[in-house]
């Protein structure tokens, strides 16, 4: 795979405004925050988001194994139903077009987050999804270590 353009560099003030944004969505701690970034970027199969968010889970303390498990976290025991619950709406609001976000799911994380918490972590997974169209589209790569 080719890097097509570095759209960072091409329209940089988009890029560092639409990157501020982050700054608006507190209501979830970054673990979690790291957990659902990096699932969204599994469902979409973002290589440069799947680094990125692995290495930001990992530095705040993230365990590797449930890295490693979070694509079958229905069936792993040390997730807990909080997690679990913003998981499930993270699946579903990525896969809007055939999910519809459905009420199960809704009512599921409604059950561990406010409407505050709600709104934020509904962003995040939105943020998620662009930032995975713009890589995917431009081929943007993880650096080597």
């Known amino acids: 795979m080719i890097a097509r353009l570095d759209y960072g560099k091409i329209n ?3 890029i560092k405004e639409f ?3 982050k700054k608006q969505t507190v209501a979830i701690d970054k673990k979690l925050r790291a957990l659902v ?8 199969g973002c290589v440069y988001c799947l680094d990125l968010h ?12 449930r890295l490693d498990c979070i694509a079958a976290w229905h069936e792993y025991p040390f997730f807990d ?3 679990k619950a913003a998981l499930a709406w993270a699946e579903a609001v990525t896969n809007i077009s055939q999910t519809y976000a459905p009420d199960e799911a809704y009512e599921r994380v409604r059950q561990y987050f406010n409407d505050e918490e709600l709104v934020d972590l509904t962003l995040i997974i939105t943020f998620m999804n662009a930032w995975n169209r713009l890589a995917i589209s431009f081929r943007q790569l993880p650096d080597r270590p």
Do not use: H, K, P
């Open 81 to 83: 139903d909080r997690e």
């Open 19 to 21: 990157a501020a944004l």
């Open 12 to 14: 940089a003030t988009a």
């Open 54 to 65: 692995a290495r930001d889970a990992r530095a705040l303390g993230e365990e590797q194994q």
């Open 37 to 44: 970034e990096l699932r969204v970027s599994q469902i979409n």
